[in-house]
């Protein structure tokens, strides 16, 4: 086990490959599944958020660990779930995530240019229709199911991924206000950074997105 940011992270090493993995919410149990089968087949090292729920916990507030990427994401995500909660509450968790935040993203970004994919699971609310708005190039290959897709940062990845036989978004330059998610960070650091956001219970597309890509991208 690892400990990042106050949380704690199963690491899963296979081979030496420069690809890296990320699962970071804990009820999303189809993502945690598909990739557990993954880094048996495929090298590689990830990360898993050792965390029965969505949110962290750190009493007497909670947060969602997709917006603690940034200071201002995760301030804003804490006054949001804990409205009730006192500025020396939120501080503390600010101090906690913000000591090694750091070492949390260097433990994640592939070396060598190399690849991050992130697994997302979601529920009837969300979609890639969500997302088309604030991207900055979009590819509906399969419209019919718009809660399976990718959201991409590199523009080279896009040009591959619309290739495929699947919904794709490129997000290089995301619009709207900072919310501390992972991708936008990635985005700006430059960090080639793919999320299988998959609707919960469809393990067979959501593996098979992860497969497209490991046989697709450099």
Not at 44 to 65: C, Q
Not at 66 to 94: H, I, Y
Not at 165 to 173: E, G, I, K, R
Not at 208 to 217: A, G, K, P, V, Y
Request: charged letters at 30%; a positive charge; aromatic letters at 8%.
């Amino acid at each position: 086990m690892k400990n990042y940011c106050g949380i704690r992270f199963q690491e899963i090493q296979n081979g030496k490959s420069n690809r890296r993995y990320f699962w970071i919410h804990g009820d999303e149990l189809t993502a945690r599944d598909v990739l557990l089968a993954h880094m048996k087949k495929f090298q590689g090292r990830a990360l898993l958020v050792d965390n029965p729920t969505r949110v962290i916990k750190m009493p007497p507030v909670e947060f969602d660990p997709n917006r603690m990427f940034t200071a201002v994401g995760l301030e804003r995500n804490l006054k949001r779930l804990n409205p009730n909660s006192t500025p020396e509450d939120r501080q503390r968790v600010l101090a906690v995530v913000g000591k090694d935040r750091e070492k949390l993203l260097r433990a994640l970004t592939p070396p060598g240019n190399g690849l991050l994919t992130v697994v997302h699971n979601n529920s009837r609310g969300y979609s890639v229709t969500d997302e088309v708005q604030i991207s900055n190039d979009v590819s509906l290959a399969a419209p019919d199911t718009p809660n399976d897709f990718m959201l991409c940062t590199d523009p080279k990845d896009f040009a591959l991924l619309r290739k495929s036989p699947f919904n794709v978004v490129l997000q290089s330059d995301p619009k709207g206000e900072e919310d501390g998610s992972f991708s936008r960070l990635a985005a700006g650091r430059k960090i080639r950074y793919v999320n299988i956001e998959c609707a919960k219970g469809r393990f067979d597309t959501q593996r098979s997105i992860m497969e497209w890509l490991e046989h697709n991208l450099p």
